[in-house]
Nanobody, 123 residues
């Protein structure tokens, strides 16, 4: 069973920085794509950033030049460095992984979500 566990959220003042981490565990053979999404109260979940196995990254326009997604495949870790935070960045942040896994004697492609970590930007 694959699990994703986020950490690093918290309360930060506008203009500050936070680094979110996502630890993946389980029978993961390889990562196809990883990403961070967020959901603010009363709003739909939205894409923040993604990174493919080929090294391509994609960012929401609202976070470009402020957030950076990275990963350490050997450690099965995904990170989101968030700088110049704004109050509108306040949301629950979720890690997402599109992976190749071993399920019994089979190999398949699956998508998993973490439980989320809260980021609050306020003075």
């Amino acid at each position: 069973q694959v699990q994703l566990v986020e950490s690093g959220g918290g309360l930060v003042q506008p203009g500050g920085s936070l680094r979110l981490s996502c630890a993946a565990s389980g029978n993961i053979l390889s990562f196809v794509k990883v990403g961070w999404y967020r959901q603010a109260p009363g709003k739909q979940r939205e894409l923040v950033a993604t990174a493919t196995s080929g090294g391509e990254t994609n960012y929401a326009d609202s976070v470009k030049d402020r957030f950076t997604i990275s990963r350490d495949n050997a450690k099965k870790m995904v990170y989101l460095q968030m700088d110049s935070l704004k109050p509108e960045d306040t949301a629950a942040y979720y890690c997402n992984a599109d992976v190749i896994v071993k399920v019994g004697i089979s190999i398949g492609r699956r998508e998993y979500w973490g439980q989320g970590t809260q980021v609050t930007v306020s003075s």
